[in-house]
């Protein structure tokens, strides 16, 4: 009896030691699982047809102000609901985080410009499940947040030169005490008719509340650019990614990414399409790219970066987009054409290259047959795409060198990255003067810099704009020009380009040379004419920050539309800070709005031309010259950078006579002229020794 309860009291021992083994090892099984699972992993927000976007994805170091993506399964939840918190190990620092997107696979959050360095847990929170990792941030450096005019250090603007007639605020961003995202000058594009100068509209993002969806931007003229009132959407919802253009017949038409109700938080993106009197300001909508049926109801994305061309003979609209979910369940480029003024679209899927090696179609446009031209990068060169009548089939046509690198430093000093738009943009002459020829634009860097400080390993350094022009359809190309005039390191980006009836072309680009080691640019214009480049001029009043670097005004800008006697060039812009912001105020980061600025291209010299008595150099000859040149003789303030301009009486010298030459010019009649160039602009015929820089 006592061996059979010895017997039993071991087994019972045994069954509960075997019990217990098996409930540890559930609760060990179900807890890794769940840490595995609950587990996430922290990139940078960088998108797909950013060149070599997976590598950038993985950064050297993360800094305050960036967008980042929490990276990991979210399949199940309800991503209405997700919520991320931020918690600073050592400040205490708790922020709810801006949510921009909330897919099944990653969670895209901007981390505030205010934070400062810290060791950080990240919490994402949705349908009652955590995830949690830990990142390290640095905030914003003193060298980050210096600026000059107009970035916070409230001086003078510039005194433009006189071929700006004038410049506008087109007014939809926020006020200084307002917490928005982005603005209207994010990824704005212009568009004018044809025939009329008077009629613009401006598109871009207008920007958002914390964790609201953006705002409908656009902006309608009827003047000239001299006043802008607010436009509105009919139906679709508008989200982003602009592509527009104004028709001979008046009316506007905008490709652009939209959002329908879904389970996503900012909905689905879908390919939009928006048309209206542009002497009106409501557009009504319809779709370009319906979500495939097979689409997974929690697919954010049905496409992305539209590019829009009309063929006005046709009356043919057609719409590229990148990133294209088809109904095979495949992802790819396609073009969208409607032959029936945008009531339906037909879809066409576009194999031109391996798809992690090219571009989208980053510009597009139609010839003087009406057949459609688009320009891609891929095998380190430019490509155009040549479509057929239909536009069913094509052929591709390689272009010159082109390598697309896309990163930029913010400064000279600084270790934050700049996205920036190197193009190629194209712009096709209808005119009499070269009927066929394809201008094309782009921006590439002198250098690439590889510094392992640096936060994403490697740079562009000294980018530059350069243009070339193809009069037999792509199959030959004159050799590159030069179009930024400057001589130093800086960069020039974001170029834009637009032919006139005339046969002129116009360019426009976002440019470093004034402060290169100040996180901040400025915007610059140059017209070319049968080969000649002119001088290049600056439109924008004061210096635009640009301290975030990443995405700071998205992916392209699209900012010159022009005609014979008047160009018309949109760019963001800022104005005087007030003083009592803080030091790392998202406006002294950031521009502030979008302003539009009419040029008169025939007041703009050609590269080495002058006009004689214009000391001063801003492209007209009044009393404000012949000050200029007594301070720069006898004050040592005025600036002489023309020194044959100031040469008033062309007597290779300058001196009080040219002073007083001008006054009596201007005053008295005598001389009734001066020496040629003048009126008009040109080159020095007397060889004197003076220059003219």
């Known amino acids: 009896m006592g061996m059979e309860i010895i017997i039993v009291k071991n087994l019972t021992k045994k069954l509960i030691f075997l019990v217990l083994l098996i409930v540890s090892l559930i609760f060990i099984s179900s807890y890794v699982n769940g840490q595995k699972s609950n587990q996430i992993s922290v990139e940078l927000d960088i998108p797909d047809y950013i060149p070599d976007a997976e590598t950038l994805r993985q950064p050297t170091k993360f800094f305050s102000g960036q967008p980042l993506r929490l990276v990991g399964n979210f399949s199940g939840l309800n991503l209405q609901s997700v919520q991320v918190e931020i918690r600073g190990k050592e400040t205490g620092i708790q922020r709810t985080l801006e949510v921009r ?306 990163i930029a430093r913010v400064s000279a000093t600084s270790l934050r990255y700049w996205l920036v738009y190197e193009g190629p943009e194209i712009a096709i002459d209808k005119s009499s003067q070269h009927p066929g020829r394809i201008y094309i634009v782009w921006a590439v860097a002198e250098t690439i810099v590889k510094d392992p400080s640096f936060s994403l390993y490697r740079y562009g350094k000294n980018y530059d704009i350069f243009l070339a022009y193809s009069d037999d359809d792509g199959i030959t190309w004159s050799q590159r020009q030069k179009v930024n005039d400057d001589t130093g390191q800086a960069d020039q980006v974001f170029p834009s380009i637009d032919a006139d009836s005339s046969g002129a072309v116009h360019i426009t680009f976002l440019d470093k040379r004034e402060n290169p080691d100040l996180p901040q640019y400025d915007v610059y214009y140059a017209k070319v004419v049968d080969g000649r480049v002119s001088r290049n001029i600056r439109v924008n009043l004061y210096h635009v920050p640009s301290g975030e670097g990443e995405l700071s005004i998205g992916d392209y800008l699209k900012m010159v539309v022009a005609y014979p006697d008047k160009v018309y060039v949109s760019h963001p812009c800022s104005e005087p800070i007030p003083q009592d912001l803080s030091p790392n105020h998202p406006f002294r980061l950031r521009p502030m709005d979008a302003c539009v600025s009419a040029v008169d291209p025939d007041l703009v010299p050609f590269q080495g031309e002058f006009r004689r008595g214009d000391s001063n150099q801003d492209f007209i000859v009044d009393i404000s010259d012949a000050i200029n040149t007594l301070e720069w003789l006898y004050l040592g303030t005025g600036q002489v950078p023309c020194q044959d301009a100031a040469d008033t009486n062309d007597d290779g010298k300058v001196d009080i006579t040219d002073a007083i030459n001008t006054f009596g010019f201007l005053f008295k009649g005598d001389p009734k002229e001066l020496p040629q160039p003048f009126p008009g602009f040109g080159k020095d015929t007397t060889d004197d020794g003076l220059d003219c820089k």
């Not at 060791?119 to 990142?135: C, G, N, P, R, V």
């Not at 200084?176 to 209207?184: L, M, T, Y």
């Not at 008719?193 to 509209?201: A, Q, R």
């Open 101 to 406: 997107r909330a897919t099944p696979l990653y969670v895209s959050v901007d981390i505030p410009p205010e934070i400062p360095n810290d060791l950080y847990d990240l919490i994402l929170k949705a349908s009652e499940k955590a995830y949690e990792t830990t990142i390290q941030i640095y905030g914003f450096v003193a060298e980050e947040l210096q600026h000059g005019e107009g970035g916070g250090g409230g001086m003078d603007p510039q005194e433009l030169t006189a071929a700006v007639l004038y410049t506008s605020e087109v007014d939809c961003g926020p006020e200084p005490n307002e917490v928005f995202f982005e603005g209207c000058y994010w990824e704005s594009v212009l568009a004018g008719h044809p025939k009329d100068p008077n009629l613009l509209v401006l598109t871009g993002i207008a920007g958002h509340l914390p964790n609201e969806p953006p705002l409908e931007s656009i902006q309608v003229s009827h003047d000239g650019g001299r006043t802008w009132n607010p436009g509105s959407f009919e139906g679709i919802k508008y989200h982003s990614d602009p592509s527009s253009l104004v028709t001979p017949e008046g009316t506007f038409l905008l490709a652009a990414n939209g959002a329908i109700t879904s389970s996503c938080r900012a909905g689905t993106i879908v390919g939009a399409f928006y048309q209206g009197p542009v002497t009106g300001s409501v557009f009504t909508s319809t779709l370009f790219k319906k979500p495939p049926q097979n689409l997974n109801l929690n697919d954010c994305l049905a496409s992305d970066y539209p590019k829009i061309a009309y063929d006005s003979e046709t009356k043919t609209i057609y719409i590229s987009a990148f990133a294209v979910k088809f109904e095979d369940g495949t992802i790819g480029q396609a073009l969208f054409v409607s032959r029936d003024g945008g009531k339906s679209f037909t879809e066409q899927k576009l194999e031109y290259a391996v798809r992690k090696t090219r571009s989208p179609l980053l510009s597009v446009d139609v010839n003087q047959e009406g057949l459609l031209r688009a320009v891609v990068v891929f095998d380190g060169r430019f490509q155009l795409l040549r479509f057929d009548r239909k536009a069913e089939t094509f052929d591709i046509v390689p272009g010159l060198d082109m390598y697309r690198h896309g």
